[in-house]
């Protein structure tokens, strides 16, 4: 969790002690933290161990074969037995790096009995739908995020109704929420630390517009052929001629990414959801555009984000990729305030005191190694996960509706009893 810089200087020298407190003891949690393995993963025989099918094989997947790699040399129960990809030079490297059995069309691979489980990192359009086709063939699910396209939120309800029905086990990838300190603040705001929630605020800033433009063309000369299938590409996405830059930096295009409300804002939304215990959003206004990044890109560079809740809440998700200054990540109670800040988190008074009344530290700490392992924790306990796909449900329902809202200058209204966006 990103330490936030602190303007006052008796709030700044207070925050260096409260790191200097209890930063060995979370650097030691960290470390006990990390070793631990299951009983079940220990005694695993050889033809109990789970089969991993990997889908969209680009750069975002690159972090995840780390991972699977590492705990398997770890001895973690798992073996890479099947790639899937739509573009045959990403096959042969992902072959190369795990072994695993090469498919060019990710239902052959779902059909495939050595695959246990898959882990999705195709384009955002696909997300959803793959993840949908994995349910039905029966395989459990680590999808990244954003769990669909903001165009498709039939598909994320669809998603999320066919996983409760069937059972299975899906975890979408927003690692932040495997830290602790969102389940302990959750803990604190039953008990009444802070009183009734009113406000939260969060966000994400930086600056750079690597991820969009950045995006490396692979082969400038590349085509749609055996080797690069264009269709399977675009998916439900409007039909267009090939487009090498479209194919290789296709988060610079509306028809397949949103920019940061999609690319960035799940990581941070999803563990205010968890904390705070929020559902559906009852109305929800986004503002922003491609402020300043003006050459072929299509996504916004800054997206704000106000979301009403029926609890009686309000939501502020804010951001630009044009400023690194951050916001305060927080959560505002009648009668106190939660900062995350450091290696935990702080309660301040409701009346600006800028002494905080209560220190926290963190538990646990949180990235894509720690989900990697509460999922296969849930594989095998059938438990629900940290980034579950009913919270990831909520979330994607407030981001869609905002990026809506922000497109068409309109208040986005959510009918909680048709689960329907209404503009």
Same mark, same amino acid.
């Given at each position: $969790?990103?330490?936030?810089?602190?303007? !006052? /200087?008796?709030?700044?020298?207070?925050?260096?002690?409260?790191?200097?407190?209890?930063?060995?003891?979370?650097? /030691?949690?960290?470390?006990?933290?990390?070793?631990?393995?299951?009983?079940?993963?220990?005694?695993?025989?050889?033809?109990?161990?789970?089969?991993?099918?990997?889908?969209?094989?680009?750069?975002? $997947?690159?972090?995840?074969?780390?991972?699977?790699?590492?705990?398997?040399?770890?001895?973690?129960?798992?073996?890479?037995?099947?790639?899937?990809?739509?573009?045959?030079?990403?096959?042969?490297?992902?072959?190369?790096?795990?072994?695993?059995?090469?498919?060019?069309?990710?239902?052959?691979?779902?059909? #495939?009995?050595?695959?246990?489980?898959?882990?999705?990192?195709?384009? #955002?359009?696909?997300?959803?739908?793959?993840?949908?086709?994995?349910?039905?063939?029966?395989? #459990?699910?680590?999808?990244?995020? =954003?769990? %669909?396209?903001?165009?498709?939120? #039939?598909?994320?309800?669809?998603?999320?109704?066919?996983?409760?029905?069937?059972?299975?086990? @899906?975890?979408?990838?927003?690692?932040?929420? /495997?830290?602790?300190?969102?389940?302990?603040?959750?803990?604190?705001?039953?008990?009444?630390?802070?009183?009734?929630?009113?406000?939260?605020?969060?966000?994400?800033?930086?600056?750079?517009?690597?991820?969009?433009?950045?995006?490396?063309?692979?082969?400038?000369?590349?085509?749609?052929?055996?080797? @690069?299938?264009?269709?399977?590409?675009?998916?439900?996405?409007?039909?267009?001629?090939?487009?090498?830059?479209?194919?290789?930096?296709?988060?610079?295009?509306?028809?397949?990414?949103?920019?940061?409300?999609?690319?960035?804002?799940?990581?941070?939304?999803?563990?205010?959801?968890?904390?705070?215990?929020?559902?559906? =959003?009852?109305?929800?206004?986004?503002?922003? +555009?491609?402020?300043?990044?003006?050459?072929?890109?299509?996504? =916004?560079?800054?997206?704000?984000?106000?979301?009403?809740?029926? !609890?009686?809440?309000?939501?502020?998700?804010? +951001?630009?990729?044009?400023?690194?200054?951050?916001? !305060?990540?927080?959560?505002?109670?009648?009668?106190?305030?939660? %900062?995350?800040?450091?290696?935990?988190?702080?309660?301040? =008074?409701?009346?600006?005191?800028?002494?905080?009344?209560?220190?926290?530290?963190?538990?646990?700490?949180?990235?894509?190694?720690?989900?990697?392992?509460?999922? @296969?924790?849930?594989?095998?306990?059938? !438990?629900?996960?940290?980034?579950?796909?009913?919270?990831?449900?909520?979330?994607?329902?407030?981001?869609?509706?905002?990026?809506?809202?922000?497109?068409?200058?309109?208040?986005?209204?959510?009918?909680?009893?048709?689960?329907?966006?209404?503009?």
């Amino acid at each position: $969790m990103a330490d936030h810089e602190v303007r !006052e /200087g008796s709030r700044e020298a207070t925050r260096r002690e409260f790191i200097r407190s209890v930063g060995a003891a979370a650097a /030691g949690v960290a470390a006990g933290w990390q070793a631990a393995r299951p009983a079940w993963a220990q005694t695993t025989s050889a033809n109990e161990r789970l089969g991993v099918g990997l889908i969209g094989c680009g750069g975002r $997947m690159g972090a995840h074969m780390d991972v699977l790699l590492g705990l398997k040399g770890e001895g973690w129960p798992l073996d890479i037995v099947a790639v899937a990809d739509v573009y045959t030079p990403r096959i042969e490297a992902a072959v190369q790096r795990t072994g695993g059995k090469a498919y060019r069309d990710h239902r052959e691979l779902l059909a #495939d009995p050595n695959v246990d489980l898959v882990a999705i990192a195709s384009p #955002d359009r696909h997300h959803g739908p793959q993840a949908i086709d994995a349910v039905l063939a029966g395989k #459990d699910a680590y999808v990244e995020k =954003p769990l %669909v396209h903001w165009q498709q939120f #039939d598909v994320v309800k669809r998603l999320c109704h066919l996983v409760e029905d069937q059972g299975q086990i @899906l975890q979408a990838g927003t690692q932040r929420v /495997g830290h602790s300190i969102w389940h302990q603040a959750r803990q604190l705001i039953a008990e009444g630390a802070i009183g009734k929630p009113i406000h939260a605020q969060c966000g994400y800033f930086r600056q750079g517009d690597w991820g969009e433009r950045g995006m490396p063309i692979l082969d400038p000369n590349a085509q749609p052929g055996p080797d @690069l299938n264009w269709e399977a590409f675009l998916g439900d996405a409007p039909q267009r001629p090939f487009d090498v830059s479209r194919f290789f930096r296709w988060r610079m295009y509306l028809d397949y990414a949103g920019g940061p409300p999609t690319d960035l804002y799940p990581h941070f939304l999803t563990p205010m959801a968890v904390a705070l215990g929020i559902g559906f =959003p009852t109305r929800v206004c986004g503002a922003g +555009g491609k402020l300043f990044y003006n050459h072929e890109r299509e996504v =916004p560079d800054t997206v704000n984000i106000l979301a009403d809740y029926p !609890e009686g809440l309000t939501m502020s998700l804010l +951001g630009t990729q044009v400023n690194a200054r951050e916001v !305060e990540t927080c959560i505002r109670g009648a009668e106190a305030t939660i %900062v995350f800040e450091g290696p935990g988190l702080r309660i301040y =008074p409701a009346d600006g005191n800028t002494q905080p009344k209560q220190e926290v530290a963190a538990e646990r700490p949180g990235d894509c190694r720690e989900l990697w392992i509460n999922f @296969l924790e849930c594989v095998k306990s059938r !438990e629900k996960p940290w980034s579950d796909v009913r919270t990831q449900y909520y979330v994607q329902t407030a981001l869609n509706m905002g990026m809506l809202s922000m497109l068409e200058g309109k208040t986005a209204h959510f009918d909680a009893e048709d689960e329907r966006i209404r503009m």
